[in-house]
């Protein structure tokens, strides 16, 4: 094949990838592919007929207008690709079939203990993922693979899981490679936090919003930046660990290696502990805090704090005005919000500016298994 025909099918492939993902996100006509492409209506029409052909797209019965021919919207088939999300965290991992418009199908939940051997867990993930797949209906649509979450850091280069704090048994465990020893589909990776992040843009909040981050705030401290509608990525694949910024720069020293890393402080367990457990988790926190008690508060008001550090190093180098907040945190989500919002403009460069937004991550049912099964289809329609 000569690089005449190679550029052209490069060119080819990517028109229609652009067209795919633009479809995942909404149902749109031909005309308004064209607009959003850049493509001539005929170069839309021989990829959209060939789609068409493939069962990939559904063509819809035209939309009556008062003028002008009336659209006739497009939209993928959801009946004809589906992916399995495999979601891992410091307690459970969870497992389900999703379809390509992210609608969860069938899930199932694997506890995690602290010792139990990894390979157990995959093993049981593995059979979980095969039952799924023999007995359900829609297990008949192609599978384009299994999307694996897990808390970060990662080597998305390696498939490999890296040194997640308070995960030590999954340290250096090469995910990717241990599910295809087990199941013969296409695996891709992520880290929970950037996996969130993609979902928001694609099926939740942040659809219209090409810059952001998101903060995983848990048992640990993820984060997932989006930038120019990208997710931010550095070498080896791995993405911006704000849970290892330096906010005190004698404190702590971390199981990274570092010093006064803002996952030290403001990870709930260790937030806790800092308080001497008076409360035993972060919603009792918050719920003492909506009541008024002062101790209660005082960890809210620590809590942001601690997270305004780490959030004011990120927007001063990235330039994002929203901030997306997922996990432990959102319990009592406006109390937070709150505190956040009355902390940070004093100290980002934006402030005089544009406001910054503090929002609350898309939590509808099952969001983490289809942020998970949303690397696959990612992976399938923006690369």
């Not at 060119?11 to 229609?16: A, E």
């Not at 004809?80 to 069938?106: E, H, P, T, W």
Request: aromatic share 6%; net charge negative; proline share 5%.
């Amino acid at each position: 094949m000569n690089k005449t025909t190679r550029n052209a099918e490069y060119i080819k492939q990517y028109n229609r990838k652009k067209i795919l993902s633009l479809l995942s996100i909404e149902c749109l006509s031909r005309a308004e592919l064209a607009r959003r492409t850049g493509l001539t209506r005929s170069a839309i029409s021989i990829i959209v007929d060939e789609l068409l052909g493939y069962q990939i797209l559904i063509e819809h019965e035209a939309v009556a207008q008062k003028r002008g021919r009336s659209p006739a919207p497009l939209s993928l088939n959801p009946d004809r690709f589906c992916a399995v999300g495999v979601y891992l965290n410091r307690r459970s991992c969870q497992i389900g079939l999703v379809d390509i418009y992210g609608k969860c199908l069938v899930t199932r939940t694997i506890p995690i203990y602290p010792e139990e051997p990894v390979s157990e867990v995959l093993d049981e993930a593995a059979g979980q993922i095969r039952r799924i797949l023999c007995s359900h209906p829609a297990a008949e649509k192609e599978l384009l693979g299994i999307g694996v979450s897990t808390p970060g850091p990662v080597n998305v280069q390696s498939g490999r899981i890296v040194n997640p704090p308070n995960f030590e048994q999954w340290h250096h465990v090469a995910i990717c490679e241990e599910f295809k020893k087990r199941l013969h589909y296409p695996i891709y990776m992520s880290d929970n936090a950037d996996a969130l992040a993609i979902y928001n843009m694609r099926y939740g909040h942040m659809k219209k919003n090409s810059d952001f981050m998101l903060l995983l705030v848990d048992s640990g401290i993820g984060s997932g930046i989006i930038s120019n509608g990208k997710l931010h990525r550095g070498v080896f694949g791995m993405s911006p660990e704000i849970g290892h910024i330096t906010i005190r720069h004698t404190g702590k020293p971390c199981s990274c290696g570092n010093i006064g890393c803002l996952e030290m402080y403001a990870a709930i367990p260790n937030l806790l502990a800092e308080f001497g457990g008076i409360y035993p988790s972060w919603e009792a926190v918050m719920e003492a805090a909506q009541n008024g008690e002062e101790d209660a508060c005082r960890i809210l008001d620590t809590e942001a704090g601690y997270l305004v550090a780490g959030i004011t190093s990120v927007i001063n180098l990235f330039y994002i005005d929203t901030i997306v907040l997922a996990g432990d945190i959102l319990s009592h989500f406006p109390l937070m919000e709150c505190a956040l919002r009355e902390k940070l403009p004093q100290r980002t460069l934006l402030k005089d500016l544009a406001p910054l937004a503090v929002m609350a991550s898309d939590t509808r049912e099952n969001y983490d298994i289809i942020s998970a099964a949303n690397i696959v289809f990612t992976a399938h329609l923006d690369s």
